[in-house]
């Protein structure tokens, strides 16, 4: 078996512009799909992939999300106190243990390669995650369990997420190129961040998460800028794919892109029609809401 995968890096230092005025004062990783933090759904996925040490690249005005993975006793002594035991349980199981997570803060904005190498000393000499919360997936087994399965199937290497998109958003993205293709998934060949359509080599896009081996710490060391003069994790994927094998993973499930409105709005919709305690209702409302729009949904 290869090393396990025990660290996952959530970078959150980004600022969110796409969602102002919602994000002056609130992390955008704290938007919520239905009730759920977006910061919360990707640590249940890591959870659920039996990560065990989760640690975020945060920046400045991020200390809500610190917040969040710590118990609330004024809350949970009131709770208590009215009998509320479900939502007790609730906090309680959504909570990492004591020392399972660690903080770390990304000073300036120099890219997502920058934000994964500042977390070098927390996750040390071992493979590791990286989960982009921006990216919500929805899948059982969720997105990174299905990536250490492969991960465990090839015996190591790199492994990256991707998923079609349609090729006039292929811009928007890493995109990838590959060989060697099996039910699930392939060997990554080429890598290119934010290609101009013509230029990429497929419409495969990386959706967000990764399982790395170490090595790219001393290419990201170099700090070298690529698309956009950013510090790109693509470019140092690129450079560790002359020595390491990169595999490509098509998961199964469906991915909303919550950098986006219309993705995070979707997201919500999705999530709440799967809600047992929401989701009769919310038909009723969804119905009423898109017939007044002159549209019409068919439930099976
Ligand atoms: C980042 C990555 C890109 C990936 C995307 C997924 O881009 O650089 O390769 O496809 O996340 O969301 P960003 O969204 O930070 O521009």
């Not at 610190?66 to 609730?90: A, I, P, V």
């Not at 999530?271 to 989701?279: K, N, T």
Request: charged share 25%.
């Amino acid at each position: 078996m290869p090393r396990p995968i025990r660290k996952a890096v959530f970078p959150v230092a980004g600022l969110g512009t796409r969602f102002l005025p919602a994000t002056k004062a609130m992390p955008k990783e704290m938007l919520t799909v239905v009730d759920r933090p977006l910061i919360q759904v990707v640590v249940d996925e890591a959870r659920e992939a039996g990560i065990e040490h989760f640690i975020f690249v945060t920046g400045r005005n991020k200390s809500v999300i610190e917040d969040h993975f710590d118990k609330q006793y004024e809350l949970e002594s009131t709770l208590r106190k009215r009998g509320k035991s479900t939502e007790l349980d609730m906090l309680e199981m959504d909570l990492p243990g004591a020392g399972e997570t660690s903080f770390t803060r990304q000073q300036e904005p120099l890219g997502l390669g920058h934000a994964v190498w500042c977390a070098r000393h927390l996750v040390g000499n071992e493979p590791f995650a990286v989960i982009l919360p921006d990216m919500i997936m929805k899948a059982s087994p969720g997105c990174l369990a299905q990536m250490v399965s492969v991960y465990n199937e090839r015996n190591g290497g790199n492994v990256i997420a991707v998923e079609e998109t349609p090729w006039e958003h292929v811009h928007r993205y890493g995109v990838v190129g590959g060989t060697d293709w099996k039910a699930n998934h392939f060997t990554i060949t080429q890598m290119v961040e934010k290609p101009k359509r013509e230029a990429a080599p497929s419409n495969l896009i990386i959706s967000g998460r990764y399982i790395l081996q170490p090595e790219i710490f001393e290419i990201l060391d170099k700090k070298e800028a690529g698309a956009g003069g950013e510090i790109q994790i693509t470019d140092a994927m690129k450079k560790l794919m002359e020595a390491q094998p990169f595999h490509g993973v098509r998961y199964e499930g469906t991915t909303y892109d919550c950098g986006d409105k219309v993705g995070f709005l979707a997201a919500n919709v999705a999530l709440a029609l799967e809600r047992e305690d929401i989701a009769p209702a919310f038909r009723d409302v969804l119905d009423q809401i898109i017939s007044t729009h002159g549209g019409k949904l068919t439930w099976d």
